[in-house]
T-cell receptor, first 115, second 115 residues
Framework: DAGVTQSPTHLIKTRGQQVTLRCSPI?????VSWYQQVLGQGPQFIFQ???????GRGNFPDRFSARQFPNYSSELNVNALLLGDSALYLC??????????????FGEGSRLTVL | AQSVTQLDSHVSVSEGTPVLLRCNYS??????LFWYVQHPNKGLQLLLK??????LVKGINGFEAEFKKSETSFHLTKPSAHMSDAAEYFC?????????????FGTGTQLKVEL
């Protein structure tokens, strides 16, 4: 069975541009979460979506937005890119909200470089 | 606020010797704790989880962790290191948000295994 898939795997943008990252969860998983991992640090929570509704938002500026589609895939958008947005963006899925187990299944990430 | 602190940024062991990766947590109530592993250019993989059942938790690849409330610790151990264990390890606490939950990661411990 396919795991969490993310695209693109690598991309380079310049400051001020916009980027869209895509995520397909494991089949049957209805919740998608996004995390940002800056080099040398642990991942930081950006968003959680469940059944197309936002269920949690981390401490990120409004330049970051996301949505979840009826097929449970998700997109993360970042506008007006800054150098500091350079990071590995990880998508994770779970069957439900994982309130009991908290177990998330992670994709391999999209590595964004902002020049 | 709930958080985790990983006490070592780098740990180096010889193959066949025990592994100890240290993690302390801060929580006002019984936490859900996890250890994740991240191999180079790979996504995060769940090693084990503690969700208030048995305090000694066994995970994949021979890893285990013991939840010690009196010491607020959740250290990761393995009796005998293998070269394939070389990776970054994250101690993680699950935090409930308004309608969902998020994972808060420690800063990570880079494990090096030498011949």
């Amino acid at each position: 069975d396919a795991g969490v898939t993310q695209s693109p795997t690598h991309l380079i943008k310049t400051r001020g541009q916009q980027v869209t990252l895509r995520c397909s969860p494991i089949s049957g998983h209805k919740s998608v979460s996004w995390y940002q991992q800056v080099l040398g640090q642990g991942p930081q929570f950006i968003f959680q979506y469940y059944e197309k509704e936002e269920r949690g938002r981390g401490n990120f500026p409004d330049r970051f937005s996301a949505r979840q589609f009826p097929n449970y895939s998700s997109e993360l958008n970042v506008n007006a890119l800054l150098l500091g947005d350079s990071a590995l963006y990880l998508c994770a899925s779970s069957v439900g909200l994982a309130l009991n187990t908290g177990e998330l299944f992670f994709g391999e990430g999209s590595r964004l470089t902002v020049l | 606020a709930q958080s985790v602190t990983q006490l070592d940024s780098h740990v180096s062991v010889s193959e066949g010797t025990p592994v100890l990766l240290r993690c302390n947590y801060s929580s006002s109530y019984s936490p859900s704790l996890f250890w994740y592993v991240q191999h180079p250019n790979k996504g995060l993989q769940l090693l084990l989880k503690y969700t208030s059942a048995a305090t000694l938790v066994k995970g994949i690849n021979g890893f285990e962790a013991e939840f010690k409330k009196s010491e607020t610790s959740f250290h990761l151990t393995k009796p005998s290191a293998h070269m394939s264990d070389a990776a970054e390890y994250f101690c993680v606490v699950r935090i409930l948000t308004g309608g969902g939950n998020k994972l808060t990661f420690g800063t990570g411990t880079q494990l090096k295994v030498e011949l």
